[in-house]
């Protein structure tokens, strides 16, 4: 079953589909929400911070809630305005990674916040910014809550399991479908100028196909199946380098769990 | 003997529309005829009911199996259907995967009912090129993507040359990359071009190296030969393969090629030696019965003392009957007997 993510003005072309509809504020949210049919919705997303958000206290709400920081570096102090609202609903902040996102990452961390990182192509200060916070989120006994895409790649790595950054980051096109202002499919909302054709179950697999033609650096590189050139797009000519020694980082750490926990679980064993 | 199994390998034509340059399968045109394949599977269908062998595996190889076109292949269907009953009859594929399009995708869908083909392919080393100027390694890729999406399993053979020692670990992770099943490394022989061939020595190193890149990638996919060794050390079992490893006289392992020809192992049927004789003039009675049916088991049977006292003879078994040097050993003796001392002092510290 495709998820589609439409804007609020769209929600009725796609009444028969699971979707989460997107609105600007919280007053356009509580405007049109009394026409979507509530079986159907499936989650919210909020593209704005708004300093007064007391109007969403206001709806009923059983489904998750994802906002959107935009600008982290002016933003991340208004996070502490969702505090109630992240009491009565699954609340999710979706942080851009752009300078100073770190700090809104700790700030909503420490709120209790799940955070997901729009990590798009960063620089190099960028992945070192990326990796203080994975140490930050891996480490900091006060850190409860996930960061994507962190999160589920750690356990991948773990549990040896496959997973891929594209299925974590709700932008695989066979389960997520993002539907612009205009009306038509685009590969997600960071990469909403990719517009998709009708048949996109298999976008992973020719995307694959593709890069392993092209043989760059992801025809061999060590965290591709987890990857499949995701920061590759839109600038295929991005280096991984700096990406890589942060994978290397999470994997690292996915061992050396496995190997504590394997080292207790013999410790307990041998005192049985 | 009771025979419980029999694995055919079919070369219905050893032409090829590729060249690989360690490979002298382009052959003018030769052609398996459909008749013969009605006699074997008359005969194989006679033999199965008497002997009450359920299992058969053919694997079709060649030269290029996928040139002999649709027809050929919907002509084998219609004669399974004809001939072949209350047996459990596998058609495996090995392929350079090139012509895998179009019509003949789905009646190979249809006769592969095991969903597994082999392929080969060599990434980064101009060693393969098809006849009509096409592109090989794109060819490949984009036959192996398609068989992905047709719920196939790809497993792939790499030919180990001298030039793949400096890329062995983009070798790994370009093979895993691919999504394939697994990957089965096998060293390149019958080579004399320095740029290529490669010594006993050099396999081993080729495969320590390989097995230190897979340990540090928590073994996550099947690379061959290491992940039988790995397990036959680790569960101190014999490998079951005719490559490494003991093999069974219970299953009948036969090879056949486009003219009928019978042979026990591929690479006799390559050299053109120790042929058992030809199905149109054989029954099964008689093939079981000859003398070079059973020459590799038998070969296996007499290790030289060299490899009785050989720690390791449980899992090599002196390796492939037809690569056996003066001596009666594996060719490869000091690779594999280098990586296995590799792998058990690895394993070992591992189960510690």
Known sequence: ?272 | MQIRSIYLSIKPTLSCNAKCVYCDTLQPSTILPIDLMETLFEKLASFTKSNKIKYVTINWHGGEPMLMGLKFYANVIDLQKKYIKNVELVHKMQSNVTLYKGNLRKVLKKLLNSRIIGTSLDPFHPTRSILNGENYYIKCLEGIYLLLKDGFQVSVIYVVHKKSLKVVEKLYYFFKNINIHYVRFLPLLDMTDPQYMITAEEWGVFLKELYDIWENDNFSYIISPLFEWKKAILENVPVRSCESGPISKSGLHLIMSHDGLLYACDRFQIKRTHCIGNIMQMDFDEIINHKETYYVYKKKQLLPKECQICNFSRICMSGCAALHDDTGKTMWCNGIKNTLIHLHSKLTKFMD
């Open chain 1, 1 to 272: 079953m495709k998820i589609y993510n439409v804007p609020l003005t769209l929600v009725d072309s796609l009444k028969t589909k699971e979707i989460i509809v997107r609105s600007p504020t919280p007053t356009d949210l509580l405007h049109y929400l009394s026409e979507i049919q509530s079986d159907n919705l499936i989650g919210i997303q909020l593209l704005s911070v708004e300093k007064d958000n007391s109007i969403l206290s206001e709806i009923e709400l059983s489904i998750p809630i994802e906002l959107n920081i935009d600008d982290p570096s002016s933003e991340y102090s208004k996070l502490y305005n969702y505090v109630e609202l992240s009491r009565r609903v699954d609340f999710k902040v979706s942080i851009k990674v752009k300078p100073d996102f770190e700090k809104a990452v700790k700030v909503a961390l420490s709120l209790g916040y799940q955070v997901k990182l729009e990590v798009g192509q960063p620089d190099d200060t960028l992945v070192n910014n990326l990796i203080e916070i994975f140490k930050h989120y891996l480490s900091n006994p006060t850190v409860t809550c996930p960061v994507e895409f962190f999160h589920s790649v750690l356990i991948a790595f773990f549990h040896k399991h496959s997973t891929n950054i594209w299925e974590i980051q709700d932008e695989d096109p066979s389960s997520n479908i993002y539907i612009k202002d205009n009306g038509q499919k685009a590969l997600s909302m960071r990469l909403n100028e990719i517009i998709l054709e009708d048949n996109v179950d298999n976008f992973l697999d020719e995307r694959r196909l593709q890069l392993l033609i092209e043989q760059g650096e992801c025809a061999t590189c060590r965290f591709f199946t987890y990857c499949i050139g995701y920061f590759k797009i839109p600038d295929n000519s991005y280096r991984c380098n700096k990406i890589l020694e942060l994978f290397d980082i999470i994997k690292t750490a996915a061992d050396q769990l496995r190997l504590d926990l394997q080292e207790t679980n013999k410790h307990d064993g041998a005192h049985e």
